[in-house]
């Protein structure tokens, strides 16, 4: 089993950056694809990017894509994900989530059922 807990949230104006970090527990981490999604009131839950277990290959949002960049630190069960150039419209509550079922990159990364563990999640506000 794998438990997921994030931090680094917070209010942050447009154009500025802030770093996610999502430490993960349970022997599997290291070798599970791990994903961000986030969700904004009244929306669904949207795939940010995910990754394989070495971090190598990622797979990452068109909306987020030259903005934000995912990584693992498997030696201190920890994924981060970069956001640079931050919008409003990056205002989300940010979740990590795991797959403990597959070990690169998911097929069907974009799909919430894909994951089996899900953090409680981090808020982010961009202001204009």
């Known amino acids: 089993q794998v438990q997921l807990v994030e931090s680094g949230g917070g209010l942050v104006q447009a154009g500025g950056s802030l770093r996610l970090s999502c430490v993960a527990s349970g022997r599997t981490f290291s070798r599970s694809a791990m994903g961000w999604f986030r969700q904004a009131p009244g929306k669904e839950r949207e795939f940010v990017a995910a990754?394989?277990?070495?971090?190598?290959?990622?797979s990452v949002s068109d909306s987020v894509k030259g903005r934000f960049t995912a990584s693992r630190d498997n030696a201190k069960n920890t994924v981060y994900l970069q956001m640079n150039s931050l919008k409003p419209e990056d205002t989300a509550v940010y979740y990590c989530?795991?797959?403990?079922?597959?070990?690169?990159?998911?097929?069907?990364?974009?799909?919430?059922?894909?994951?089996?563990?899900w953090g409680q999640g981090t808020q982010v506000t961009v202001s204009s």
């Open positions: 989530a795991a797959d403990e079922e597959e070990t690169i990159v998911p097929i069907m990364p974009a799909r919430v059922a894909t994951y089996d563990y």
């Open positions: 990754m394989g277990w070495s971090g190598s290959r990622t």
